[in-house]
T-cell receptor, first 120, second 114 residues
Framework: AQTVTQSQPEMSVQEAETVTLSCTYDTSESDYYLFWYKQPPSRQMILVIRQEAYKQQNATENRFSVNFQKAAKSFSLKISDSQLGDAAMYFCAYRSGINAGGTSYGKLTFGQGTILTVHP | DAGVTQSPTHLIKTRGQQVTLRCSPISGHKSVSWYQQVLGQGPQFIFQYYEKEERGRGNFPDRFSARQFPNYSSELNVNALLLGDSALYLC?????WGIGEKLFFGSGTQLSVL
């Protein structure tokens, strides 16, 4: 079974600075997607960025970028120019590929989350 | 356009009761997934439905069931409630059921079992 580990329960950053959130995962599959989701106090999970395992290039979405190291099974999120609105719980998630089959298809496996605090 | 809507927002039940949670996906989205999020943890996958058929099931007991209607809305039913069922239940929708599809989540239903 796939597992996702976020080893940083809490992180903090000064406004306008850069912060990196860590995520590692364990899988024997070659085809999968990785995601970072943000969950603010409103509880709604918001997609921040996604990465396909077959793509070498790291995904980027405005101030958010990832460092995807497939061999090391590492998927970190970098937030540049941090803003107060970035404060939230961040979850790393893994989604099994088309070859996984069975009842796990489409399942998102989440890590335990990292609480990000942004200081003004 | 409206996002994913879930009802009710909050719910209080007692042990042994049954509960039904409802989810309306974003217009045009044909896939709905359900997740359970216990306080302080990441969400756990319960079900995925696409075109009214169950496409995926997580490691939950048979007390949990779901269905998807012709208009793509969905209900999650939990029978014989236990204290451990207290959690935030999240619904997510996507256009299709491919693994790369972006999931859009609702704000959840907070279920408290007393």
């Amino acid at each position: 079974a796939q597992t996702v580990t976020q080893s940083q329960p809490e992180m903090s950053v000064q406004e306008a600075e850069t912060v990196t959130l860590s995520c590692t995962y364990d899988t024997s599959e070659s085809d999968y997607y990785l995601f970072w989701y943000k969950q603010p106090p409103s509880r709604q999970m918001i997609l921040v960025i996604r990465q396909e395992a077959y793509k070498q290039q790291n995904a980027t979405e405005n101030r958010f970028s990832v460092n995807f190291q497939k061999a090391a099974k590492s998927f970190s999120l970098k937030i540049s120019d941090s803003q107060l609105g970035d404060a939230a719980m961040y979850f790393c998630a893994y989604r099994s590929g088309i070859n996984a089959g069975g009842t796990s298809y489409g399942k998102l496996t989440f890590g335990q989350g990292t609480i990000l605090t942004v200081h003004p | 356009d409206a996002g994913v809507t879930q009802s009710p927002t909050h719910l209080i039940k007692t042990r042994g009761q049954q509960v039904t949670l409802r989810c309306s996906p974003i217009s045009g989205h044909k896939s709905v997934s359900w997740y359970q999020q216990v306080l302080g943890q990441g969400p756990q996958f319960i079900f995925q439905y696409y075109e009214k058929e169950e496409r995926g099931r997580g490691n939950f007991p048979d007390r949990f069931s779901a269905r998807q209607f012709p208009n793509y809305s969905s209900e999650l039913n939990v029978n014989a409630l236990l204290l451990g069922d207290s959690a935030l239940y999240l619904c997510a929708s996507s256009l299709d059921w491919g693994i790369g599809e972006k999931l859009f989540f609702g704000s959840g239903t907070q279920l408290s079992v007393l």
